[in-house]
Structure formats: C-alpha cells, structure tokens
C-alpha cells in the first residue's frame, strides 16, 4: 500500500475530512438542534417553577449563533494549548487534545456542554491515546476547583462525540521527514524525481531567490542550511498554531498542512523542494499546487493564537449570552455521569432503554431485600 492509499484507510480520513460546505451545514444543523433543545428544556423549567411563582414561561431565550459558538470554541481550543504548555505535554499530546475539542463541538454545541467542562477531560484523554501517561490526581490538582471526578466524568460523553475514533494523524512528523530531506540535499546529498545528480541538486539549490525580496542568494552549503533551519522553526510555530486553531484539520490531509506550512516559511525553498518530487511532465503538479497555496492562504488567515482587547471583550459577551441559554438539563455533568453508570451506559439520553433500566432497577431492589432477609426476617 501507498502512503496516500494508508491515510485513505484511516478514520481521519473517511469520518473527519469535509468541505467548507459541508463544515457549515454541520454546525449549522448542530447550532439549530441545540437551540430547539434548549428552548424546550428552559420553557419546561419555567412551567415548574411558574407553578410556583418564579418565572415566566413565556419568556424568550436568546441562543447562540453558529459565528458565536465557533468564537468560544476557538478560545477554549487556545486555553487547551495554555493548559498543556502549563503541565509541560508534549506537541501531540497537545495538538490531539485540540483536534478532540474541534471534532466533538462538530455534532455537540457549548450551549449543551460548556467548552470549559469539556477541555480538561479532552487533554487528560489525549494523555492517555498518545500514550503519555499522567496520574488523575496529579493531573486534576493543575486545575482550581477541580475534582478528579470533574475531569472524567465527561469523557464518555467526548468519545461519543468523537465517535470512538481516537485516532489523529498530525502534520508535524511529515515536515520533519521533509526537514531532513532537505537538508541533505543542503548538504548535497539529496536525490529527486529526475534521477539529478546530488551535486547538481545543490547547485540548483543555492541559486533559489532569497526568502525576502532584496536579500541577496545563498551562497554557501553552510548559509543554506541554516536557511532550512529557520524555515523549519517557523513552519514548525505555524502547525502548533494555525494549523491546530484553523479548520486544516478537517479540509486538508497532514502532508498538504506540513507543505503548505513551508510554502508560508520559505516559499522560495518549498517550491524547489517540491519540483524535486514531481516531475515536470505531472498532471497532478498543477492541481496538487493549486491546492497547497489554497490551504497556505487558510493557515494566513487564521487569527492570532492569543485572543486580543477586543476578542476578549466579546468572547465576554458571548459567555454572558451563554449563561442565559445554556441547558439546564446538561449543566450537572458529574450527576449526569453517575446516573448513567448507575441506570446504562449512557446510549440515548438518559442512559439504556426505559425497559432495560427498570429491569437492573428491579433486580437491584430485589438483590437489597434478599441482603437485608439474611438473618431473617424483622423482629
């Protein structure tokens, strides 16, 4: 199997990848269902405590748009990062955490579950798929005013979202592969689609324009290399930044967003670097450069990975907003957490079918009866 033929296999491939059409009609549908269910539960609220004086049930609930939403998203994906740079996990670990929070608030809104309550039981998940192991304890004492119990008790609620799928293939390996290989071919060691020699290679790499207008061409095997160093420092910051905050996950594959990193780095250097992998007789060169520059574009426009003075202030307003529509059925994740190991396994929305729970219910009470007829009846 070709590399291209293992990525088509996976799950980030065949759940995970959209168009920008699709992304929008996702969240779209996601937003609007959440809104009804919140509407529904907030009036249900209110007709019991109209019974007794407290509300009114006609008020009106204003919910959260979709723009709303992915702005709180994006700012808790930021703090996801902040949190994992502050217990000192590794780049993946980080960036699968981020990946988990941006998949599950696909078909999940924050109006349902707040973003806050999801990121720690994100990360902590990520420890354990990418194999870095973290103590529960040690883990939950990093947070304020956060019980180990707070941390877990979401992460059934997060798989199902991510539809068990833990899976996420990262850029990051790519572009380090990609760095090495260009510094061979720095160092005139390199080989190319052409069957060049690896002397000519250099050559025709030391006489790529600079990375700058107005800087003169590298001259030396030496100066080359620290220019592949550099470029690689700064498409390495542009995939722990933009790539995590951005939709490239979901609208690109891992090599598009290491390569369209580099484009962004040194586009000089990227375009030598890619004319050594296809030959210029490729049909798919055109098209599979189109799409670089259309993924190196989404990476530029991306924000800044600190939210500013004026992001804060309506992120500010966003989470106000949020106080009044979230749903009052879905705020108590730790009791909701309890109540499904206790009555199912949590399929549905309140657990196993109704028939089912009454059933382990029944058997419950009649093991308790027969523990309490061991010795006999009551005197």
């Known amino acids: 199997m070709t590399e291209d033929e293992i990525y088509r296999a996976s799950t980030q491939y065949r759940l995970w990848s959209f168009t920008p059409e699709m992304l929008h009609s996702m969240r779209s549908t996601t937003n609007a269902l959440a809104a009804d269910g919140v509407r529904r539960a907030i009036h249900s609220l209110d007709m019991r405590n109209d019974s007794v004086g407290v509300e009114d049930p006609s008020r009106e609930v204003d919910c959260l748009t979709v723009e709303e939403e992915q702005k709180l998203v994006w700012y808790y994906c930021t703090k996801t990062v902040d949190f994992a740079d502050f217990c000192n996990l590794p780049t993946h670990v980080k960036a699968t ?94 080989h190319s689609s052409s069957q060049d020699s690896s002397s000519k290679l250099q050559r025709e790499m030391l006489g790529i324009d600079s990375a700058k207008e107005g800087r003169p061409k590298t001259e030396s095997a030496e100066d080359m290399v620290l220019r592949v160093k550099n470029a690689h420092g700064k498409a390495k910051e542009i995939l722990k930044t933009s790539a995590l905050l951005t939709d490239a996950y979901f609208l690109y594959t891992p ?98 079918d109704e028939k089912i729970i009454k059933k382990r219910k029944l058997a419950r009470e009649n093991s308790m009866k027969e523990a309490e007829e061991v010795f006999g009846p009551a005197l």
Not at 337 to 352: E, I, S, W
């Open 97 to 190: 955490a981020v990946q988990y929070m941006k998949r599950f608030y696909l078909s999940n809104s924050p109006m349902t579950y707040h973003p806050k309550e999801m990121m720690p039981s994100a990360l902590f998940l990520a420890t354990k798929t990418e194999n870095h192991y973290t103590p529960l304890k040690a883990f939950a004492s990093k947070l304020d005013r956060t019980k180990p119990e707070d941390v877990v008790a979401p992460e059934f609620l997060l798989t199902q979202g991510l539809r068990f799928t833990f899976d996420v293939r990262h850029p990051l390996l790519g572009l380090e592969g990609g760095f090495m290989e260009l510094l061979a071919l720095a160092n005139g060691k390199g």
């Open 255 to 352: 090599s598009q967003i290491w390569f369209s990193s580099l484009f962004l780095a040194d586009e000089p250097l990227a375009q030598f670097y890619f004319k050594t992998k296809f030959p210029l007789s490729s049909e798919l060169k055109t098209k599979i450069l189109s799409t670089l520059r259309q993924c190196s574009d989404h990476l530029r426009s991306s924000v800044s990975a600190k939210p500013g003075e004026l992001e804060l202030k309506e992120l500010t307003r966003i989470d106000k907003k949020l106080y009044k529509c979230r749903n009052p059925e879905k705020i108590d994740l730790v009791g909701i957490n309890k109540a499904q190991k206790r009555d199912g396994d949590g399929t549905g929305d309140d657990g196993l």
